[in-house]
């Protein structure tokens, strides 16, 4: 036993791992040098069966047990070297294999079945579409072209052309998959495959439709109405239901999927459900007091911009935000409007003369925060 790797090492984890761990290391390591996909190496089944060695004794808690205290010699041998027999203590075998093949396995859980014939729902088409940021807010209607696929108008989904039949695949029956027997070390198993006669589909078309050549779909271009609800933002997907490829056998249609692009505008700006908007008034409306207009996305709206009011001061309209996603009118965000005073360029003599003679007429009481700043200043530098 002394030539014996350590059970952790070779399921590459660390001692005190959890089940969970030890359970998800082997079946990645069974699947990884199983030596049904390893044919041309040949220590792939060496390999095989050490993984499963150690998968034997670490996932059984008493004689993990036994060889956390110790080692190899604490197990009994019949669970080594040439006795191992090959079984899988507390894993699910049939999942294992069902991965690497695709299909069931006999002697593990039966066989898996598919039917090429059942109902299956068409594939979902993708589109983009532009709107403008009032669009968004309000909702909108808007024609959206498409290119998806529908029933052959020929042949009327068959895929046969007019006067030839659709007949059953002898080699899978209509089913669509095949059994295979395999033989490997666990004995003989089965699996299913696609039926290479038919290609899976079950049926078999004599003489395919000329215009479809037998797929019983064709593309065709189609204008969508897309109805775009209020409060939609940039980059989200609609999804529309029922309008993207058609299903075969049955199957219902696939969804056309919008992904919404909405144009910047050049006085709102969005966050969220709320609105902001940047609104400048004049440094004689900051200081005095004045009656605005503001812009809204529902019209202007008056406003008292209060006197003294400063720049970068937010007053918020509420309500007059972008409504809600499938809220209602009642349930809006807010309006955010910032205030910037802009100072007047290009003043004349007989202007400058004037405003110089109303500074005069001030003192530190009309200059709150000139004055605190200065006082601050004073006591920083005080001592030094």
Same mark, same amino acid.
């Given at each position: 036993m002394a030539d014996k790797r350590d059970y952790y090492e070779v399921l590459g984890l660390q001692k005190g791992a959890t089940d969970a761990e030890i359970k998800k290391a082997y079946r990645k390591l069974a699947k990884q040098y199983h030596p049904d996909l390893n044919p041309d190496d040949p220590d792939a089944a060496e390999k095989f069966k050490e993984i499963n060695e150690a998968n034997q004794v670490l996932s059984?808690?008493?004689?993990?047990?036994?060889?956390?205290?110790?080692?190899?010699?604490? +197990?009994?041998?019949?669970y080594g070297g040439s006795n191992?027999?090959?079984?899988?203590?507390?894993? /699910? &075998?049939?999942? +294992?294999?069902?991965d690497i093949f695709g299909g069931g396995f006999g002697g593990f859980g039966g066989t898996r079945s598919s039917n090429a014939n059942a109902p299956r729902r068409g594939a979902d088409i993708a589109a983009s579409l532009d709107i403008s940021f009032m669009e968004s807010c309000k909702g909108v209607s808007r024609d959206v072209t498409i290119t998806r696929t529908?029933?052959?108008?020929?042949?009327?989904?068959?895929?046969?052309?007019?006067?030839?039949?659709?007949?059953?695949?002898? /080699?899978c029956n209509g089913r669509g998959v095949v059994t295979v027997q395999q033989r490997s070390m666990f004995g003989m198993m089965q699996s299913q495959r696609p039926c290479s006669k038919c290609g899976g589909k079950g049926k078999i078309i004599e003489k395919p439709c000329s215009k479809c050549g037998g797929s019983g779909r064709v593309s065709q271009r189609k204008t969508v109405t897309v109805k775009v609800p209020a409060? &939609?933002?940039?980059? #989200?997907?609609?999804?529309?239901?029922?309008q993207g490829s058609v299903g075969s056998n049955g199957g219902s249609r696939g969804d056309l999927k919008v992904r919404i692009s909405v144009k910047a505008d050049p006085v709102f700006e969005r966050e969220d459900y709320n609105i902001w908007i940047d609104f400048p008034i004049t440094y004689s409306q900051a200081t005095l007091g004045a009656e605005i207009e503001v812009p809204t996305i529902d019209g202007k709206v008056s406003y008292n911009v209060p006197a003294g009011t400063q720049p970068g001061t937010v007053f918020r309209l509420r309500g007059k935000g972008v409504q809600r996603l499938q809220q209602?009118?009642?349930?809006?965000? /807010?309006? #955010?409007?910032? &205030?910037?005073?802009?100072?007047?360029?290009?003043?004349?003599?007989?202007?400058?003369?004037?405003?110089?003679?109303?500074?005069?007429?001030?003192?530190?009481?009309?200059?709150?925060?000139?004055?605190?700043?200065?006082?601050? +200043?004073?006591?920083?530098?005080?001592?030094?």
């Open positions: 059984d808690p008493d004689k993990r047990a036994r060889y956390d205290q110790f080692g190899h010699e604490g +197990i009994d041998s019949s191992f027999t090959g079984g899988f203590d507390g894993v /699910d &075998i049939s999942d +294992i294999f069902s529908e029933e052959c108008p020929d042949c009327k989904g068959t895929g046969a052309a007019s006067g030839s039949s659709v007949k059953t695949c002898p /080699d409060g &939609i933002d940039d980059g #989200m997907l609609l999804n529309v239901r029922g209602g009118e009642g349930s809006r965000g /807010d309006q #955010m409007v910032r &205030i910037s005073v802009e100072v007047p360029k290009n003043l004349n003599k007989t202007q400058k003369d004037a405003l110089q003679a109303f500074e005069e007429t001030l003192n530190e009481k009309n200059y709150e925060k000139r004055k605190s700043f200065f006082d601050k +200043i004073k006591e920083k530098f005080a001592n030094k």
